[in-house]
């Protein structure tokens, strides 16, 4: 039970680490594209405009690697490690009090549900590059 415990807290930790890095880089992102705006408004040096512009793009192209390739990883790993314990622990037949729902296998109707998703998490960072 206690593995169990500690597999949900890390798909917590995971998730909310994700969130963060994708809330900062929107922010970031979209000070630098106000940046370039500003400098094309006020008609600032060409090469400038340019030089922000592929900072841009490099940014969010680093980012989307970090995110999908590393923070997203983790991620599911730590979701396959409680599934499996899901698998292991669901035959105990404990089931949440007063509402007599089994307590194990919210992993598996998690990645149930998210199955076939994921790719969408590429073609949606995919367009920000």
Excluded: C
């Amino acid at each position: 039970m206690k593995e169990w415990q500690t597999g949900i807290e890390t798909q917590i930790h995971f998730n909310e680490l994700i969130i963060r890095n994708r809330t900062l880089v929107i922010t970031i992102g979209t000070a630098f594209i106000a940046g370039i705006g500003a400098a094309i408004k006020f008609q600032i040096d060409g090469t400038i405009t340019v030089i922000a512009s592929v900072a841009v793009l490099i940014f969010f192209g680093i980012t989307f690697l970090i995110d999908y390739f590393y923070y997203f990883r983790l991620l599911k790993g730590a979701v396959k490690f409680t599934s499996e314990l899901d698998e292991k622990l669901r035959n105990s037949q404990t089931k949440i009090p007063y509402f007599n729902i089994p307590l194990f296998g919210l992993t598996d109707k998690i990645n149930e549900e998210v199955e076939g998703r994921n790719k969408s998490i590429g073609r949606f960072s995919g367009l920000l590059i």
